[in-house]
């Protein structure tokens, strides 16, 4: 009997056919399986990069916390439930590997202004070049450190507040606080262009893949 | 909760959370719920003003994984188990100051032999010029020097010669 049906018998609500897949690959990593680890980490692999590239804004130590995170899967590979999802569990490793690297790097995670901002183009150099996403992309860029943090863990990680305030060591009011303060910077920044952005948005126009790199 | 706390809520909710039920404490879902779906002038105002945010939060693309990257990540955890990492130069000077001191072992008793030799040779040659003392004269003859004093100095010669040699 395969999974799904020994999960139906059991009375199990059945996980979706990709998690399925996930959860047999992890089965077999757990024997030695090297080619099913191939597998799983061409699978998951974009996931979990991008929830560290979320936190840390650099490839390099992006790609250093994603083969981390797939070194301890290797090694140990986790123990989930019928119903986890693995790739949500990765990259949920992911953030908080990228979030202790940050850490590490600066000790205070602090409210000032950012000290490290991509010098490409300010949100309004973007927007004139006729680059919506990346004139929101420069607006995020540019807030305080734990605003940013904070919106991308909850809002492009989607981690629980509760998860999201401890990784920040924050009460979940104040994550609330820092939260709400990041979308009123983030509209008082693009004030300008916001009806022009909600447009181009309205429009599907914005860039391909690839393009900006944090989020 | 009254209604004027309830609805302060729901706007520092929406702030915070943005317009989607999903994404919203599951403490407040229920009550939060129910302000949506009133339709009150200002709670559709609310609402329209978080998803107008939504909207360009959700509009950014997604980073692209850079070339190799998994090659890479696949290639660091299939590595087999390597041995230790050897500093190179830290052997090289502990290989340095080992050969030093073999040289020193090698040098302290051919450096006893040959100052031996020399002591035998100069004392031998001394008995043997003493023997030969001619008060008379004041001079040493060549014929004063026996043969087994000169095989003595010949071995204490090639002992030396022998021991440089070794050396290097």
Known sequence: MDQPLKQAAAGIPAAPASQVTDLSLLQQVRGGDQQAFGVLVGEIYPAVYRAALRVLRQEQEAEDVAQDVFLKIWRDPPELRADANLKAWSARVATNGAIDRLRKKKPDISDDLPDQVDPAVSADEAMQAGEAAGAVQQAIDHLPERQRLALVLTYYQGLPNKEAADLLDVSVDALESLLARARRALKATLSEHWQGLLEDFAQGGHNEEGSWKAI | ?168
């Open chain 2, 1 to 168: 909760m009254s209604k004027t706390a309830e609805m302060k809520r729901f706007k520092d909710v929406l702030l915070a959370y943005g317009a989607n039920p999903e994404n919203w404490p599951a403490d407040d879902h229920e009550t939060l719920r129910k302000i949506a779906s009133s339709g009150g002038t200002e709670v559709q105002a609310c609402l329209r003003e978080a998803r107008e945010m939504d909207a360009v939060l959700n509009h950014l693309p997604e980073a692209r994984v850079p070339d190799g990257a998994i090659d890479r990540a696949l290639a660091k955890v299939m590595v087999p188990p390597s041995a230790p990492v050897v500093d190179l130069q830290a052997v090289r000077a502990q290989r340095s100051r080992f050969r030093d001191a073999i040289d020193m072992r090698q040098a302290i008793p051919v450096g006893i032999a040959m100052a031996a030799s020399l002591m035998l040779g100069v004392l031998a040659g001394f008995s043997d010029l003493t023997s030969t003392y001619i008060p008379d004269t004041g001079t040493i003859t060549l014929a004063s020097i026996d043969e087994d004093s000169a095989a003595e100095s010949l071995i204490s010669f090639e002992a030396f010669t022998f021991a440089e040699g070794d050396v290097q």
